[in-house]
C-alpha cells in the first residue's frame, strides 16, 4: 500500500535553473514530512523537513511548499548545481504510525 | 562527532548461509530502525525498536530477525538468506517520536551480496 506518491521518476536540469519534485499523500494522520537527499551508497541524509501547520518552510537554496487541503507537498531547489545530482525521497510520518513511508524516489541529475 | 555506525559496509554471503548486520549509535537514541532498500527504489521499513521493544512489519519475512542488547547497539539477522534478500541494508535512529522527535539519522548502509 503505498501511502505516499512521489513524482517524477527522474528530472533533468541545466545548472542554475529551479527543480521541482512532488508528493502527495493520503494519510490525514500525517504530521510531518522529510524530504531525502541519497547519493549513490550512502544513506539517505535529512535535507529539510516541514509540520503541517506551516505552508512553506526555506533553507537556503531549498524549499518545501505544502499544501493540507489538497494532501501534497513539493521540493524546490533553486540555483540548482551539478553536486545536488542525487536521488530524493518525500516521506511522512505521524506519531500514530510512528513508521516513516518514503515515497519511490526522484533522481535528479543537474547538467553542467 | 555523534553519528550512526553500520559495520560491515560491505558483506557476501552465500544462499542459505546466516548473516548478521551490525549497527551502533551514539546519538543516544531511543529508537532504532532496520530498512532494507533494493537498487532503484525506497527503503523499505523492516522493524525497529522503541527502547528495548520490538515492533515488526506486518510483511516482514519471518527470515529477519533483530536484537538489540543495549542502546547503543542493533543486530539485523538473516537467518537463510535468499537471493531476493541482496540489497543495501540501513539502520536509522531517532530520538523518541512520541515526543515529536521524528527525524531519522541513517548510516551509510551494508551492501550484501548472496552468492
Known amino acids: 500500500q503505498q501511502q505516499v506518491k512521489q513524482s517524477p521518476q527522474s528530472l533533468i536540469v541545466q545548472k542554475g535553473g529551479i527543480s521541482i519534485i512532488n508528493c502527495a499523500y493520503e494519510?490525514?494522520?500525517?504530521?510531518?514530512f522529510p524530504w531525502y537527499q541519497q547519493f549513490p551508497g550512502k544513506g539517505p541524509a535529512l535535507l529539510i523537513a516541514?509540520?503541517?501547520?506551516?505552508s512553506e518552510k526555506k533553507e537556503g537554496r531549498f524549499t518545501i511548499s505544502f499544501n493540507k487541503s489538497a494532501k501534497q507537498f513539493s521540493l524546490h531547489i533553486m540555483d540548482s548545481q551539478p553536486g545536488d545530482s542525487a536521488t530524493y525521497f518525500c516521506?511522512?510520518?505521524?506519531?500514530?504510525?510512528?513508521?516513516?513511508?518514503f515515497g519511490a524516489g526522484t533522481r535528479l541529475t543537474v547538467k553542467p | 562527532d555523534a553519528m550512526v555506525i553500520q559495520n560491515p559496509r560491505y558483506q557476501v554471503t552465500q544462499f542459505g548461509k546466516p548473516v548478521t548486520l551490525s549497527c551502533s549509535q551514539t546519538?543516544?537514541?531511543?529508537?532504532m530502525y532496520w530498512y532494507q532498500q533494493k537498487s532503484s527504489q525506497a527503503p523499505k521499513l523492516l522493524f525497529h525498536y522503541y527502547d528495548k521493544d520490538f515492533n515488526n512489519e506486518a510483511d516482514t519475512p519471518d527470515n529477519f530477525q533483530s536484537r538489540r542488547p543495549n542502546t547503543s547497539f542493533c543486530f539485523l539477522d538473516i537467518r537463510s538468506p535468499g537471493l531476493g534478500d541482496a540489497a543495501m541494508y540501513l539502520c536509522a535512529t531517532s530520538r523518541d517520536f512520541q515526543t515529536g522527535n521524528y527525524e531519522q539519522y541513517f548510516g551509510p548502509g551494508t551492501r550484501l551480496t548472496v552468492t
Open positions: 516521506a511522512a510520518s505521524s506519531e500514530a504510525s510512528n513508521d516513516m513511508r
Open positions: 494519510n490525514t494522520a500525517f504530521d510531518y
Open positions: 546519538l543516544n537514541h531511543n529508537v
Open positions: 516541514i509540520r503541517p501547520d506551516v
